[in-house]
């Protein structure tokens, strides 16, 4: 292939993990594209699993699914909301997918009579996943999962490295993102570590260009100084990330610090200076603390770590902004609901999300939340799971009291929900689940096409279990009927509930759709409907 040579940027970490170096990614893109330059991005992850769908959200927080399907990192979700791209499979690279490749080509022969090694062939089969993701993009941005010096890093942190060499020195900058802990005794932010930090980063043959230091309170001059002393990274490519009052505010303050110029001068990229207006307002609104408030329960079984639905949560927060309202959110432990407590546990909320989930722990408390909202005529939205348990707590409602999903109880009497055809067998394994972007045929006078103003949509999907169609002539009976369709009508996408304010669940996930300036119409019907 000719085309353009693509321009790498690659950003690791240092002394800790989980600091924002995905945020400090995505808004590097951000700042990028609103320079005018095309801009892809790729999230290199160091775990074994062959992709992040069979890992625990619960630890590693929600599973990104992107269009094509590909199950991926939470950090794909801030990629796509921060520089508003859809990206494929390609921008997601996980060591297990990389050993699996390297491995199916030796027992293929591709390798016949070598040696397979780490490096060069685990090495080179991530250098071919990058460059073939940066093909026809002026710049290429790929973020190393972890902290540099992790054991389980090294083959990315060495692949990057050959990469640049290949590469050249124009066409290649390094981006370390490292963390300033604030002592209290002697009130100041401490560099040593980030010190440590740029010298495991260079003991391994990478000097960086930028260095991005974070904190809890902003550094002063003399910390830039002593860092830029100690790192060899000039003053003006030191900037400082003081924390945010929210994510969005992180490009503004990475731009106003100069991050745009230093790597568009580093890389020799002819570009606009960025224009960051609309992005201004998607902040001014997230900060808008005068703005009335909406409460929705998210009731969920995952409370243990915010991550687990990010792309709910900041679906759900753009909505209000696009409605001047701020979306306060109540975790509700769906194992708290019972018929007992669920008057007094969904009191004060405003509406109720039931988000996606897997597995039967804390079902039951879903079905009777949404038996709640349903008697109560509160307003209700229910995204994939959220879908399942809404059918079953209608059916229960009208008296098919054993409806369930096969996934809770296999030998249901009146499965409501159960597993397509080509699932069966197929339930506990990964990859095996109905994946990425599939079209609805939205129903005409439902609520749904009062929502989106249109017939159709695609939406992201991920799930095995479907709503069974022997049982869809008594959904009227039950109080809900079909707003969405596959085009080729065999699967229910979308259910309402005719005479109540707002009931709207998908089988998709819509989440992933949105984006801060640009709410997805199922997140935005459903804040307005609480105003
Ligand atoms: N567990 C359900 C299924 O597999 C719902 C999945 C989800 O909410 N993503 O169909």
Same mark, same amino acid.
């Given at each position: 292939?000719?085309?353009?040579?693509?321009?790498?940027?690659?950003?690791?970490?240092?002394?800790?993990?989980?600091?924002?170096?995905?945020?400090?990614?995505?808004?590097?893109?951000?700042?990028?594209?609103?320079?005018?330059?095309?801009?892809?991005?790729?999230?290199?992850?160091?775990?074994?699993?062959?992709?992040?769908?069979?890992?625990?959200?619960?630890?590693?927080?929600?599973?990104?699914?992107?269009?094509?399907?590909?199950?991926?990192?939470?950090?794909?979700?801030?990629?796509?909301?921060?520089?508003?791209?859809?990206?494929?499979?390609?921008?997601?690279?996980?060591?297990?997918?990389?050993?699996?490749?390297?491995?199916?080509?030796?027992?293929?022969?591709?390798?016949?009579?070598?040696?397979?090694?780490?490096?060069?062939?685990?090495?080179?089969?991530?250098?071919?996943?990058?460059?073939?993701?940066?093909?026809?993009?002026?710049?290429?941005?790929?973020?190393?999962?972890?902290?540099?010096?992790?054991?389980?890093?090294?083959?990315?942190?060495?692949?990057?490295?050959?990469?640049?060499?290949?590469?050249?020195?124009?066409?290649?900058?390094?981006?370390?993102?490292?963390?300033?802990?604030?002592?209290?005794?002697?009130?100041?932010?401490?560099?040593?570590?980030?010190?440590?930090?740029?010298?495991?980063?260079?003991?391994?043959?990478?000097?960086?260009?930028?260095?991005?230091?974070?904190?809890?309170?902003?550094?002063?001059?003399?910390?830039?100084?002593?860092?830029?002393?100690?790192?060899?990274?000039?003053?003006?490519?030191?900037?400082?990330?003081?924390?945010?009052?929210?994510?969005?505010? %992180?490009?503004?303050?990475?731009?106003? &610090? *100069?991050? /745009?110029? $230093?790597? !568009?001068?580093?890389?020799?990229?002819?570009?606009? +200076?960025?224009?960051?207006?609309?992005?201004?307002?998607?902040?001014?609104?997230?900060?808008?603390?005068?703005?009335?408030?909406?409460?929705?329960?998210?009731?969920?079984?995952?409370?243990?770590?915010?991550?687990?639905?990010?792309?709910?949560?900041?679906?759900?927060?753009?909505?209000?902004?696009?409605?001047?309202?701020?979306?306060?959110?109540?975790?509700?432990?769906?194992?708290?609901?019972?018929?007992?407590?669920?008057?007094?546990?969904?009191?004060?909320?405003?509406?109720?999300?039931?988000?996606?989930?897997?597995?039967?722990?804390?079902?039951?408390?879903?079905?009777?939340?949404?038996?709640?909202?349903?008697?109560?005529?509160?307003?209700?939205?229910?995204?994939?799971?959220?879908?399942? %348990?809404?059918?079953?707590?209608?059916? &229960? *409602?009208? /008296?098919? $009291?054993? !409806?369930?999903?096969?996934?809770?109880?296999?030998? +249901?009497?009146?499965?409501?929900?159960?597993?397509?055809?080509?699932?069966?067998?197929?339930?506990?394994?990964?990859?095996?689940?109905?994946?990425?972007?599939?079209?609805?045929?939205?129903?005409?006078?439902?609520?749904?096409?009062?929502?989106?103003?249109?017939?159709?949509?695609?939406?992201?999907?991920?799930?095995?279990?479907?709503?069974?169609?022997?049982?869809?002539?008594?959904?009227?009976?039950?109080?809900?009927?079909?707003?969405?369709?596959?085009?080729?009508?065999?699967?229910?996408?979308?259910?309402?509930?005719?005479?109540?304010?707002?009931?709207?669940?998908?089988?998709?996930?819509?989440?992933?759709?949105?984006?801060?300036?640009?709410?997805?119409?199922?997140?935005?019907?459903?804040?307005?409907?609480?105003?």
């Amino acid at each position: 292939m000719s085309g353009k040579q693509p321009k790498y940027i690659f950003v690791t970490g240092g002394v800790l993990s989980g600091v924002g170096k995905g945020i400090t990614a995505a808004s590097i893109g951000n700042i990028l594209k609103a320079r005018g330059l095309s801009v892809n991005i790729q999230k290199c992850d160091p775990y074994l699993n062959v992709d992040a769908g069979t890992l625990n959200p619960g630890e590693h927080g929600e599973c990104f699914v992107t269009v094509d399907g590909a199950e991926t990192d939470l950090d794909l979700g801030h990629y796509e909301r921060f520089m508003d791209i859809e990206l494929k499979q390609s921008s997601a690279v996980i060591s297990g997918s990389v050993m699996s490749e390297v491995i199916a080509d030796e027992r293929a022969g591709k390798y016949l009579g070598k040696t397979v090694q780490i490096i060069p062939h685990v090495t080179n089969v991530i250098i071919e996943r990058i460059k073939k993701a940066a093909e026809g993009f002026d710049v290429h941005i790929v973020e190393i999962g972890g902290t540099v010096g992790d054991y389980e890093g090294l083959s990315f942190v060495e692949a990057i490295r050959e990469l640049s060499v290949q590469v050249g020195r124009d066409n290649a900058a390094f981006v370390h993102v490292v963390y300033l802990p604030f002592l209290g005794a002697s009130k100041e932010l401490k560099t040593k570590p980030a010190q440590n930090a740029v010298r495991d980063l260079r003991g391994l043959g990478i000097v960086p260009d930028v260095l991005v230091a974070r904190s809890e309170e902003d550094a002063e001059s003399d910390v830039v100084e002593k860092l830029s002393l100690f790192s060899g990274v000039p003053k003006e490519a030191v900037i400082t990330l003081p924390n945010a009052e929210t994510i969005y505010e %992180v490009p503004l303050t990475l731009q106003r &610090r *100069g991050i /745009g110029q $230093v790597l !568009a001068d580093r890389l020799n990229v002819a570009s606009s +200076t960025a224009d960051l207006k609309d992005w201004e307002k998607i902040v001014q609104k997230a900060k808008d603390t005068n703005a009335p408030t909406v409460n929705v329960g998210v009731v969920a079984k995952y409370l243990n770590n915010e991550d687990t639905y990010m792309s709910v949560f900041e679906a759900l927060m753009s909505a209000g902004w696009a409605n001047d309202v701020q979306v306060n959110l109540e975790w509700i432990d769906a194992e708290e609901i019972s018929q007992d407590t669920v008057a007094e546990k969904l009191k004060g909320v405003d509406g109720i999300v039931v988000p996606g989930g897997f597995g039967e722990r804390g079902v039951e408390g879903m079905i009777i939340a949404a038996t709640y909202a349903m008697r109560e005529k509160i307003p209700y939205l229910g995204i994939c799971l959220g879908l399942q %348990v809404a059918v079953i707590a209608a059916a &229960r *409602g009208a /008296g098919v $009291v054993a !409806a369930n999903s096969t996934e809770f109880d296999v030998g +249901t009497k009146e499965p409501v929900i159960s597993t397509m055809e080509d699932q069966k067998g197929k339930e506990a394994t990964g990859g095996t689940m109905r994946l990425g972007d599939y079209e609805t045929i939205i129903q005409k006078d439902t609520l749904a096409e009062k929502v989106y103003g249109a017939n159709s949509v695609f939406e992201r999907h991920r799930h095995r279990y479907e709503c069974n169609n022997d049982y869809r002539d008594q959904y009227e009976s039950w109080g809900i009927r079909i707003a969405g369709l596959s085009p080729d009508g065999n699967l229910v996408e979308m259910i309402d509930a005719p005479g109540h304010p707002f009931f709207l669940a998908a089988q998709s996930h819509p989440e992933f759709d949105s984006r801060p300036g640009k709410p997805w119409p199922f997140f935005n019907g459903f804040i307005a409907s609480l105003k």
